[in-house]
């Protein structure tokens, strides 16, 4: 075959392609297009592809590169309309778009949050200690949230600016009203802490009991370096026959030199919680002074009795200790708002 006449027959292929594919107007049509012109078996470009066989020696490079310049130039035509109507994976099908010869992606993996991690080895520690994990909700009545817990009608903590109520229709006028009891249900909160769970426990769980709850918890606290308005806790209750003060100190002081470094410097504050008595706060130090990680103490009588336990047999210590203040002071991170801005340039360097 003369090199003129292969010529003419490409040239006169990429016009007329050209002109179908400028007008082209449903996906349908183009997808039409797409195989009259590059399809794999009966394509027309792979019909005069056939006739380069028949073009002399000499004539073949031209011949060749022209051929491939109007592939690349239906190919152009198809992938423009393509993107003027919309559709994807055509420019796929005519070819493969992987280059094998390009350098690899790195795939961006992830890395474990601190807290995640913090929270993971919490559970291992206090395991080693016998305490079982168990889980209880974040949406809360105040019940469980303050009634059982000792938490009189009156008390601040109850307060509808201190605390995250739910709007539900039926709950918000008790609530407004500073009507929060069992009674007035069904009243629900973000949980403000998980002391919660050691009354769903106590209700439900038979004695003795060893068990910590890990989750997170919501106040309307103004974030600060070392506040946020969603953190973790990490509850603790142990109830047996002769629990004492001096144990609940001593699992307290093993926790933290197992997690913070057998150098940690911890100390007990006399405190009050109205769900213990004694209570105490418990501090580290950190950079020059003293950081609350957690309150702790003897389990109140009057909480034993809201759940139905005998405080002339059983006695108990309760502790709750603040996560992220905890993860914060073994990761060295000196902002609790750095854990949530999630920023993987920071988060990257804690990875494991
Ligand atoms: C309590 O929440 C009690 N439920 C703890 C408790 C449990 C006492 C059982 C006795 C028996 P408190 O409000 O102090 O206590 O909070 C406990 C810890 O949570 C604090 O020591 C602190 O580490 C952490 N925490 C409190 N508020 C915030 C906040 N806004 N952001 C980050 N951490 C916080």
Redesign the pocket.
């Known amino acids: 075959m003369a090199l003129d006449q292969f010529l003419t027959a490409l040239d006169s292929m990429l016009g007329e392609a050209r002109a179908c594919l400028e007008t082209v107007d449903s996906a349908e049509a183009l997808e039409q297009l797409r195989v009259k012109y590059t399809g794999a078996k009966s394509g027309a470009l792979k019909s005069v592809q056939k006739m380069l066989a028949g073009i002399e020696g000499k004539d073949k490079p031209a011949a060749g590169k022209r051929f491939n310049e109007v592939r690349d130039g239906i190919e152009e035509a198809l992938a423009q309309a393509a993107q003027r109507l919309g559709v994807s994976g055509v420019q796929e099908s005519i070819g493969p778009s992987f280059d094998p010869t390009l350098p690899g992606l790195r795939p961006n993996l992830g890395t474990i949050h601190p807290i995640t991690q913090s929270l993971e080895h919490l559970k291992e520690i206090m395991g080693r200690l016998g305490f079982n994990v168990t889980e209880g909700p974040e949406i809360e009545d105040p019940w469980h949230n303050f009634v059982a817990l000792n938490i009189p009608e009156d008390h601040p903590a109850r307060d509808p600016l201190d605390n995250f109520y739910l709007a539900t229709a039926k709950a918000s006028a008790p609530i407004l009203a500073g009507r929060t009891t069992q009674s007035a249900q069904p009243a629900r909160l973000l949980r403000s802490?998980t002391?919660t769970v050691q009354i769903r426990v106590m209700e439900t769980q038979p004695l003795p009991l060893r068990i910590i709850s890990l989750g997170r918890v919501y106040?309307p606290?103004a974030p600060d370096a070392?506040?946020?308005p969603m953190?973790h806790?990490m509850?603790g209750l142990w109830v047996d026959r002769n629990v004492t003060m001096a144990q609940l100190k001593s699992v307290l002081r093993l926790f933290a030199t197992s997690y913070l470094g057998g150098d940690v410097n911890i100390r007990f504050r006399p405190s009050f919680?109205p769900?213990?008595e004694p209570?105490v706060?418990v501090d580290y130090w950190w950079n020059g002074q003293w950081i609350?990680?957690?309150?702790?103490?003897m389990v109140d009588p009057n909480v034993f009795q809201a759940v139905g336990i005998d405080p002339e047999v059983w006695s108990g210590f309760?502790?709750?200790?603040?996560v992220?203040?905890l993860c914060m002071r073994r990761f060295g991170i000196t902002d609790?708002r750095d854990l949530y801005r999630s920023d993987v340039r920071f988060l990257r360097q804690f990875a494991t």
């Open positions: 802490q002391s106040r606290d070392t506040h946020f953190f806790q509850e919680f769900f213990t209570s706060e609350e990680f957690g309150g702790a103490g309760a502790f709750g200790l603040g992220e203040r609790i």
